[in-house]
């Protein structure tokens, strides 16, 4: 099994600052990484696959960088909707999928 | 607009079971490959079982390999997932989502399943 480790786990960050999430897998997945967002009580939701490409209606300000096992989500300028935790997920085993642990971006 | 709606989950005992269906519009169902991912309460995410599209592969975690079984009726454009042998560490919100560009790219909003006597 594919393990993914994110860090940190709690990120504390002030609206319109930037936020920078790490997603390491524990062999390669080349560039099958994707981010998700979720907010309490909601449902995962894509913001972006092949590491790097938003998916559709994603702000510009969310981007995906990395391939192999290291990898980076970086939010330019956290607007207030972005406080929320996200997970980094590896489909190169499809479809045994694994999920990082997660990482909480709160508010400072 | 793809829409997906869990439904069935609910309280069960230890050794119950259940039956999970999602209903699917706005995309054309029988074209997609559609998995169920699990969240226990308060933590992370873990991927339960997938079937193709034409229902010829059908996938499992280990964890419930023998226990779950994935289903789909194209013609109703529904997805099941029936759930046997329940177990406290089955407790979980249980969502159904559509598989595409290699991965999971919508989501349900999820239905609860409590195992508990």
């Known amino acids: 099994e594919i393990v993914m480790t994110q860090s940190p786990a709690t990120l504390s960050v002030s609206p319109e600052e930037r936020a920078t999430l790490s997603c390491r897998a524990s062999q390669s997945v080349s560039s099958n990484l994707a981010w998700y967002q979720q907010k309490r009580g909601q449902a995962p939701r894509l913001l972006i696959y092949?590491?790097?490409t938003r998916a559709t209606g994603i702000p510009a300000r969310f981007s995906g960088s990395g391939s192999g096992t290291e990898f980076t989500l970086t939010i330019s300028s956290l607007q207030s909707e972005d406080f929320a935790v996200y997970y980094c997920?590896?489909?190169?085993?499809?479809?045994?999928?694994?999920f990082g642990q997660g990482t909480k971006v709160e508010i400072k | 607009e793809v829409q997906l709606l869990e439904s069935g989950g609910g309280l069960e005992v230890p050794g119950g079971s259940l039956r999970l269906s999602c209903t699917a519009s706005?995309?054309?169902?029988?074209?997609?490959?559609m998995t169920w991912v699990r969240q226990i309460p308060g933590k992370g995410l873990e991927w339960v079982s997938t079937v193709s599209a034409d229902d010829g592969d059908i996938y499992y975690a280990d964890s419930v390999k023998g226990r779950f079984t994935i289903s789909r009726d194209n013609s109703k454009h529904t997805l099941y997932l029936q759930l046997n042998t329940l177990r406290a560490e089955d407790t979980a919100v249980y969502y159904c989502?559509?598989?595409?560009?290699?991965?999971?790219?919508?989501w349900g909003q999820g239905t609860l399943v409590t195992v508990s006597s």
């Open positions: 706005g995309f054309n169902f029988s074209n997609s490959a």
């Open positions: 989502a559509k598989n595409s560009l290699g991965t999971v790219t919508s």
């Open positions: 997920q590896q489909y190169n085993n499809w479809p045994m999928y694994t």
């Open positions: 092949g590491a790097s």
